[in-house]
């Protein structure tokens, strides 16, 4: 018997269409069905002819199933079924069992409903026509000429046939639909499991491929940071770039999977629409120039500054659409503008354009181009690098923002892309932090401690943070950060999320209970979806940063939870404070010590301030550190010496001590060989070099501090000559930077000169409205 069931079970499983199941359940249903009714005829002496054709229906039925499933032509079987057995066998029990009086309209009822089921397509209209206009006219031939309907006996056959009808055909009907149900069920599990097994491929797949992108890209940055020749240099850039291309790549098969699955929405946060376009018009000049083609970006000064809105999808919209631009265009010029068509409602309504004089897109693939992995005139293009996702992607995100990406494209003469976008209006006060926190800073005295099972990802977090000066301490799991954290009492702590047996979010849980309810955790994470980001948040953290970790936004972040007290800040435009011949001055004076200004300066964006405070540790630390070192040379400590080697040669790269650098770098390699005849020897000579450096730097800080006792005096009095503003005017023309520019010409119009120049100050003013910075720049030019 268990044999027979499980051939029986084997049958129904071996076809996973619900169709085929649903047919052969329906078959053996029919043959037992067939069977029954039958037997019930003969035996109860209701129809001798009625029984002998269902049981010749069942034997047909068999017959069938055995058909198909050996030749696997379903759909045939299906016509067979139809024809033969509910219009031709149900037709014939029609007229046999009293027509119109009997059950067999039923069973016409339940061929229909099987039909619809079974049938696909325009065969599925054909056949339910026929079917229905067949049974119509069978009922009605039997209303017109009873004489061919063979009547019940008595009216207890009449009851018998109906109740037993109305039984069959429910149980029947009842059966498709609940197997329909079942199935039904049983594909949305799977489907749902499908979607759980995508998105745990996505996130593994996220975090695996972004982790060594991470790696990567963090040595790239110190490699260029550290290098010594520019050629090392212009390897690191195109390093860089190639990092961010693959990246790129990623997150846009990342985020056409989340925008399939529904998993996006728009975030409204306030934005510098302004700062936006700087950024977009900066990366695509530098792109275009690359294949020598003109780019232009023209904005309407009608255009708001602050707006409030998804900026990050508008800015992909944009990016695709002008990253399209650049990789279709082999010569002449890409055209971006930017347009306000009105405010109503407190909202701007924004009109973008993208113009190349690439190669066009033929008339019939216009409508293609917004496919995913569809790409125009493939032949032609297939050298051209890319995934086909970036116009799908755009489209996608303008359909979040009620909006549509218009193309207007000549075959060999260049395309034109355009979308309207509206953002409300901010309030400019709501965005005029954003810029704080960019740059650099120093925080000596803050302790940072990062958790990751990666060994990579901690040096790389360590490497970029090494010019600030942080202390930092590494955990390779969440156990081992748990007493670290007790004995060092971090400032901050940075989080890796997936980590093994004790995941990110308990480890931070954990780290709360023992202590560190005050101090800021931010997870470390190559998740980037928004679902995530907001779990983490609710969870505890108190930020986080995606990887690969960009180092701005590293430092910000840190800048942003360390205790003010701790951190000092770089102030972006130091590099413009203080005069080339000071800077000058200053090289001379240290270059009897062997420090070299320009190699310290470099290290902190050009900020002489800062640099100053890193000469200053440097300084203080220096009687305590010789004295080390004196000591641990008596004791022969090779250890604590290696340590101290390591970190003297940091601090003497970040002040320009080149000689410094580069002899405690030798001594820190003869102290791990054990080497100490050579440790013995070398070290009265890095004992010297090392006072020589703090002697200089001393110095150095004596004169700064009245050089800087005097420009903050000019700052507070207001006192600058005509030339230093104009020169302060022409850095900013030159950084695109239109805001604080015409501040300062608002400033200097305000102040007593000469029409002359007052008329001319008035045309850079309007020129830089309009973003023309290099007409603005020529004509300061004519003022100096």
């Not at 790129?248 to 946060?269: D, M």
């Not at 990110?504 to 202590?515: C, D, P, Q, S, V």
């Not at 430092?555 to 972006?572: A, G, Q």
């Not at 090779?638 to 040669?649: C, I, P, Y």
Request: with cysteine; proline share 2%.
């Amino acid at each position: 018997m268990k044999a027979i069931i499980k051939r029986f079970i084997d049958y129904l499983k071996k076809d996973s269409e619900i169709d085929i199941t649903l047919f052969k359940i329906l078959g053996l249903a029919g043959i037992a069905v067939s069977v029954i009714a039958g037997t019930q005829s003969i035996v109860m002496g209701v129809s001798l002819v009625g029984g002998l054709t269902d049981f010749l229906a069942a034997i047909l039925s068999a017959l069938l199933l055995w058909y198909v499933d050996k030749t696997g032509k379903y759909v045939h079987g299906y016509i067979i079924t139809t024809i033969v057995v509910f219009m031709g066998l149900f037709t014939l029990l029609f007229f046999e069992m009293s027509g119109l009086d009997g059950s067999m309209t039923y069973f016409f009822a339940f061929s229909l409903v099987f039909s619809f089921l079974m049938f696909r397509g325009k065969l599925l209209v054909v056949m339910e026509i026929i079917e229905t206009l067949f049974y119509v006219g069978v009922c009605y031939f039997s209303y017109k000429h009873p004489e061919y309907v063979t009547p019940f006996e008595n009216e207890q056959d009449m009851f018998l046939d109906r109740v037993s009808g109305i039984i069959l055909s429910g149980i029947g009907i009842g059966l498709i639909f609940s197997i329909y149900i079942v199935q039904y069920r049983k594909q949305k599990e799977i489907a749902e499991e499908a979607s759980r097994a995508k998105s745990t491929f996505l996130a593994n797949m996220s975090h695996e491929i972004r982790t060594p992108i991470n790696m990567m890209m963090g040595m790239n940055e110190m490699i260029y940071r550290e290098a010594e020749t520019e050629a090392i240099k212009e390897y690191a850039l195109n390093a860089e770039a190639a990092g961010k291309q693959l990246l790129f790549e990623v997150n846009q098969v990342l985020q056409f999977s989340r925008l399939n699955a529904g998993k996006e929405e728009l975030i409204e946060e306030p934005y510098s629409l302004t700062k936006m376009l700087n950024n977009l018009n900066a990366y695509f000049e530098k792109e275009a120039s690359g294949k020598n083609l003109d780019f232009l970006m023209v904005v309407d000064p009608k255009v708001p500054t602050a707006l409030k809105g998804d900026m990050r999808k508008l800015l992909q919209i944009l990016t695709n659409l002008l990253s399209n631009a650049v990789k279709y265009t082999s010569e002449g010029n890409i055209r971006f503008s930017v347009t306000n068509e009105g405010i109503a409602d407190g909202a701007a309504n924004l009109y973008f354009e993208v113009k190349d004089t690439g190669i066009g897109i033929k008339p019939e693939e216009i409508d293609h181009i917004f496919t995913s992995f569809e790409r125009a005139d493939l032949l032609k293009n297939r050298n051209i690098e890319g995934t086909g996702l970036g116009l799908a992607i755009a489209s996608h995100l303008a359909g979040m923002f009620g909006s549509k990406i218009e193309v207007e494209s000549e075959y060999g003469k260049g395309s034109r892309f355009y979308i309207r976008v509206s953002q409300k209006i901010a309030d400019e006060n709501e965005i005029s932090g954003e810029s704080g926190t960019n740059g650099t800073f120093i925080a000596p005295d803050a302790r940072i401690m990062v958790v990751d099972d990666n060994l990579m990802n901690l040096s790389v977090v360590k490497s970029l943070l090494k010019k600030t000066m942080v202390q930092v301490t590494t955990a390779k799991d969440a156990r081992e950060c748990y007493d670290l954290f007790k004995s060092e009492k971090p400032d901050l702590v940075l989080m890796d999320y997936m980590m093994p047996e004790i995941d990110g979010i308990e480890a931070m849980k954990h780290l709360r209970e023992i202590g560190g309810a005050g101090t800021p955790i931010l997870v470390l994470t190559a998740d980037v979806s928004p679902e995530k980001q907001e779990l983490f948040l609710s969870e505890g953290f108190d930020g986080y940063l995606t990887k690969p970790v960009d180092w701005h936004e590293l430092e910000s972040n840190i800048m942003d939870f360390l205790p003010s007290r701790l951190v000092t800040r770089i102030n972006e435009n130091a590099s413009k404070e203080f005069s080339e011949e000071m800077l000058a001055e200053y090289e001379e004076l240290l270059k009897p010590y062997d420090v070299s200004l320009a190699e310290g300066i470099k290290y902190v964006g050009g900020d002489l301030r800062q640099y100053a405070r890193i000469a200053k540790f440097f300084t203080e630390n220096l009687y305590l550190g010789t004295e080390n070192l004196k000591r641990y040379v008596e004791n022969g400590d090779l250890t604590s010496l290696t340590l101290l080697f390591h970190s003297l040669k940091g601090n003497a790269r970040n002040v320009g001590a080149i000689e410094l650098h580069y002899m405690t770098k030798r001594l820190e390699k003869r102290c791990r060989q054990g080497d100490v005849t050579y440790i013995n020897t070398a070290c009265e000579l890095a004992l010297l070099e090392w006072s020589r450096a703090g002697e200089g730097l001393t110095r150095f800080l004596e004169e700064f501090k009245k050089a800087a006792a005097l420009e903050t005096a000019k700052k507070e009095t207001g006192f600058a000559s005509a030339k230093e503003k104009m020169d302060l005017l022409l850095s900013y023309i030159d950084s695109n930077n239109r805001s604080s520019a015409i501040k300062l010409i608002d400033e200097m119009l305000r102040s007593d000169m000469d029409p002359d120049t007052a008329e001319k100050l008035s045309k850079a003013r309007n020129l830089i409205s309009e973003i023309e910075f290099d007409a603005a720049g020529e004509l300061v030019k004519t003022i100096l």
